[in-house]
């Protein structure tokens, strides 16, 4: 488990002592580098490292969010110190804390579930966050597995939100770090940078290393070490970051000295203020002395500047209900900085987060004694540090005028207390034997929609199912030939919920005549996959699970070996079924082979349009019974992606 970075040596300068002293007047900065995915961005810190027992993820245990992860977080046994609103999140882990203030469960996310990266990273679409740098610490322990599939998960997140990401390596307590961090990014992490989504700047893969000159045991690199791990990156053709000392430049306080010229060995300097300020005085003061002199020395020798802008500890009651990060935000602007770092987006066990977190003690457990963002007396919503950091992403990008009064008030309009409407005519749009797809027409608010909630319905009971913030949303995981009754309630931002929609009825379709799956768990074989999509996932059973050919280089194929030769019928493909995997159409042919050298038509190129709406699955039935070992598809193009997609292949013979 990585070394918290609060646990580097705290600065000497506290803000109370800043108090009075002159501002020195504004600089006319200038950028080294020309716009990009990094420079004239903001960047936001992303952890991806809470995880729950049951959440499927090989590090099986309350990761980040209890000191022993066997067992539930409760209260003396908790390591975050402020609670995530879990409003957005359609799955949650049972605490040993009491219910929530409102009596719900306290519940607490996992980031190894896609749904939870996928509500982070649409916060951050809807929020002006243009890039996350997703924390890689030491990967060759126990945590490594999952780390590399958070890895993935991000991407897939970032793809589909539009967002850019990159990876930020964290040598907290790496201690071989300086042979194993190019073993990993040749070996794993640079494949990342096929992603459309992979952070570029001057044209170049962003990484990012965090650590090196601080003046702690957990990170005692020396000069020469650090000089060859980012002259090796630089020659991999990365644009290198280079998350430093807060008086870096001093080489004083957190800061190592002697270790100058390793500073100025990266593209873009990035100096830690996690701990440094803990109110406007003392944000101030480091704008005086260690902001505007930073930018002059990097200026001067062509380096990229991008400072940490950090909400404050609600822990510890820094927050002041955003003075402090407007502050930072209106200083970095006058002083002409063109990009900014958050730290960070999810770092509840710090209290740093911007992250939607509980407004008020109706959102957190009643038993916790945590803070809630109205700490202070002053209602903020939970969204609050979200819509700051969006207005001061915009202040600094020139986008709006620079003020030094912030003008995103805590609440949109107070404490909102008018429910959305009803959603009307919810209906079902179409079965299968384990799904019902559903949609409804929109509901309004006197502020905003924030989501839906559909509810399964048996007797006087309503269960949630799903959330989404569609007006479409496919029910899955059911029995065939089975009656179904669903509701639907439209929630906002404050939590305020609509009343329930008109129920209504679905009975799914009887079981296919034949119910065994010939394909699941056969051997596979391919023309090519990207990364970890390999053909393999096709047959695992899983549907979050699929494979995926290399980009723009048709045709390709995908082959299942069913053992022996078998009638089959008709085969079902199918896509991930959430609804971030829009609506696409694969053109494909399928061909059988008995011996796997010659291969014959079965059914000719056509296009399928897989729909998330009904299930994002297509069943191909065949003209007639076809006795064969193996099956091929072959795919010439797809509407939604420029490879073959497929997350199961199955095979029946009825």
Known sequence: MGVSRRSVIATSLAGAAAAGLPLATESAAFAASPVGDVVGKVTVGYQGWFAAIGDGAPINGWWHYSPNWSQAP?????????????????????????????????????SYDQQTVDTHFRWMQQNGCDTAALQRFNPNGGEGATRDAMAQKVRQAAETYGRKFY????????????????????????????SPAYARQNGKPVVCIWGFGFNDDGRPFAPAACLDVINWFKAQGCYVIGGVPTHWRLGTDDSRAGYIDVYHAFNMVSPWMVGRISDNAGADWFYTNRVLPDLADLNARGIDYQPCVIPGDLAAGHRRHGELMWRQFYNHTRAGVPSVYISMFDEFNEGNQIAKTAESAAWQPANSGMRALDEDGTPCSSDYYLRLTNDGGRMIKGQVALTETRFTVPFPTGPDQTPPSVPGNLRVTGTTDTTVALAWNASTDNVGVAGYRVSRVSGATSTVIGTTTTLAFTATGLTASTAYTFT???????????????????????PPNNTTNLAAGRPTAESSHTQTYGSGNAVDGNTGTYWESVNNAWPQWLQVDLGSAVATKRIVLTLPPQSSWATRTQTLSV????DGGSFSTIVGSAGYTFNPATGNSVTITFPSAVTTRYLRLTFTANTGWPAGQVSEFQVYNG
Do not use: H
């Not at 359609?90 to 996992?110: D, E, H, I, M, V």
């Not at 794993?188 to 096929?194: I, N, P, V, Y």
């Open 74 to 110: 409760a209260p003396g046994a908790c390591s975050i110190t402020c609670w995530p609103d879990m409003r957005d999140f359609t799955k949650g882990y049972r605490t040993n804390f009491a219910n929530l203030g409102n009596g719900q469960p306290a519940n607490l996310f996992s």
């Open 488 to 510: 639907v309630a439209a929630y906002d931002a404050a939590g305020n919920a609509s009343g329930a929609s008109n129920a209504v009825n679905a009975t799914t379709a009887a």
């Open 591 to 594: 061909s059988g082979s008995t």
């Open 167 to 194: 990876i930020m390596y964290d040598v907290t307590w790496w201690l071989n770090m300086q042979g194993e961090i190019k073993t990993d990014w040749t070996n794993k992490m640079s494949a990342l940078t096929a």
